[in-house]
């Protein structure tokens, strides 16, 4: 929908979301798998949250941390899929301006959080491995909620800045965008106005937001690596190893979509290969940390095992 203004332009009050366009049978088909996946991961990510929240053995900075991140990764998807199985089912639909902006801004909050909660987890990693005398004293439950904090204040206070200027923009062309939730590039297509002072703080704000992260985490296993190189035995190394080989996973893929996204694009990307990439971060990611954890985590098997042999032996009684 459209509102005329005082200068004869059609100023646009709501968007129309295209998705994923195709037959009726393919978009059945996205619907129950897209449902699929969303369900599992609310459950598999409440299932870490509840197992770190009731368990001893996981009481420590590196499953605090995890949690964090699976509260994370079910406010992402739940910003995200809703509304995208609303658009697959009605093979697309409109949506207003101000939930645009507003799910631009919490997409892009999360998104930031989980790039300063990553390099904080790769810092943990750091000093569990590269200075195991003093991790305790320094990792201290204190020390974790603050970086934590931290973490949430950064990405949703540094986000506010440009999606404050996004808002600004003026919206007179067509209203349809070719995506499955508001992102950047979509609604600056579709921007009528002088975009460049918000690319320009876009750029900027770049820098602290994913720049410096992966930096600090590409020095911080630069350093984990050259100090399992010098553990003398293979069981050793092997055990340094596999205290930080999940949280690799995750930030590899993590990076992988992001950069791939929105800081190299490759050249000729069409939309479709673009929403793929942006399906990976948005809804798979969330489905698969948690399984990451999990497989590769001892402490959590362990912690799952207990939780079923005391259901097992209540429900027996």
Known sequence: MELPDENNLTVVIEFFLLGFEGPQSLQQ????????????????????????????????????????????????????????????????????????????????????????????MSYDRYVAICNPLHYITIMTSEHCVTLTGICWFLGFSLVLIYTITMSTLEFCKLNVINHFFCDYVPLLENASSDTFIVELEVYLLSIPLVIIPSAIIVVSYGNIICTILRIPSNTGRHKAFSTCSSHLIVVSIFYWTIFSVYIFPTRGQTMVISKILSLLYTVFTPLINPIIYSLRNNDIRKSLEEIGKKYFVTCVS
Do not use: W
């Open 29 to 120: 088909f996205l619907f129950c798998l897209l449902f699929v996946i969303y369900c599992g991961t609310i459950c598999g990510n409440l299932l870490i949250i509840a197992l770190v929240s009731t368990s001893k053995i996981l009481h420590t900075p590196m499953y605090f941390f995890i949690s964090q991140l699976s509260i994370s990764d079910i406010l992402l998807t739940t910003t995200i899929v809703p509304n995208m199985l609303r658009i697959v089912l009605n093979n697309g639909a409109t949506i207003t301006f101000i939930d645009c902006i507003t799910q631009f801004y919490f997409f892009g909050a999360i998104e930031a959080f989980e790039c300063f909660l990553l390099t904080v």
